[in-house]
């Protein structure tokens, strides 16, 4: 009888055990919801598109194509804490950024539009002087004009020194990208837009062009940008040539082999700009770089960037 007793009262304690396990996990659940129960995950914005993706993790690894940088060891850059989890912090060494060497099958080379969406958290202009520094966010190589390269995003040089106080607290953003078969205009320069640093703060910047209607389009979280005196951004349209009406169509890049971020290409490559102080690395933060191969529409650039802010990882 003691026996049964003692078999009975076990029984009863482990029932009694599971049911307060299974109690704390339901209190658990309900206590700790999905944060993005209900959200867009950024991912999911044209993802068939989607052919790099660098969300710089404690790496710079591109979540698509699996690439990684070469000069890991040599780059004085660092992961910081980022507008979601981490981010790249450039730096001012010229060895400052991530190096990378593309596969052959790359599709960033092969790229006739593109859009791409980065967080940047940008140092405010200080307009010490008219030599300030051409700051790279990022930048794939060629060899069609000089240094510029195929596609790139660059903070232009700070406002020449006696500009108005408004002018001091902007800074101009500048896309680059190449078509090597155009009638006259192979670089193609997306500038004169502006990018407020009066402090620094996360701003969501986006560029695309479409290869369909040869329009060039930017955007700052979400936005499409105006000129700097409000006004409309004039350089939409896209043409071959000066007096032509041919529009420019498809991208054709010359000879891409190396992609970085934070740096100019030949300068981390050794291959040119070394001693170009002018050539700088970016000096603020960089956070979930993505490129796409076509242009993202108005409604689309506004999802991603609502995806974004609302989004936890």
Request: proline content about 4%; charged content about 20%; overall charge negative.
């Amino acid at each position: 009888m003691k026996k049964s007793f003692k078999v009975i009262s076990a029984f009863l304690f482990g029932a009694m055990l599971v049911s307060s396990l299974i109690i704390t996990s339901c209190k658990e659940d309900e206590t700790s919801p999905d944060p993005n129960a209900g959200k867009t995950d950024p991912s999911t914005i044209a993802p068939t598109n989607l052919v790099a993706y660098f969300p710089f993790e404690d790496n710079g690894t591109d979540k698509i194509s699996a690439i990684t940088p070469s000069n890991t060891a040599t780059t004085t850059g660092t992961f910081a804490t980022g507008r979601r989890g981490k981010a790249f912090q450039g730096a001012t060494d010229k060895n400052s950024g991530l190096l990378y060497t593309l596969p052959t099958d790359s599709k960033l080379k092969t790229l006739k539009a593109f859009s791409f969406s980065v967080w940047l958290k940008q140092i405010p202009n200080t307009l010490e002087t008219t030599d300030a520094p051409e700051q790279m966010v990022f930048h794939l190589d060629g060899k069609g004009d000089w240094i510029w390269g195929n596609l790139f995003l660059l903070q232009h040089r700070n406002w020449p020194e006696g500009a108005t106080e408004k002018e001091q607290n902007y800074a101009e953003m500048d896309c680059y990208f190449w078509k090597d078969d155009a009638i006259a205009w192979k670089g193609q320069r997306g500038s004169g837009w502006y990018v407020d640093v009066t402090a620094p703060q996360w701003r969501l910047i986006t560029c695309t062009y479409d290869n369909v209607t040869s329009t060039f389009h930017s955007y700052v979280n979400g936005v499409h940008v105006t000129a700097f005196d409000g006004t409309e951004y004039m350089g939409v349209n896209r043409w071959q040539a000066d007096g032509e009406t041919t529009p420019l169509g498809d991208l054709k890049f010359n000879s891409p082999e190396k992609f970085a971020i934070g740096a100019w290409c030949d300068r981390l490559a050794g291959t040119a700009l070394e001693a170009d102080a002018w050539a700088s690395p970016f000096k603020g933060l960089i956070d979930e770089l993505r490129i796409y191969d076509r242009a993202l529409t108005d409604t689309e650039v506004k999802a991603l960037y609502d995806a974004e802010i609302t989004w936890v990882e």
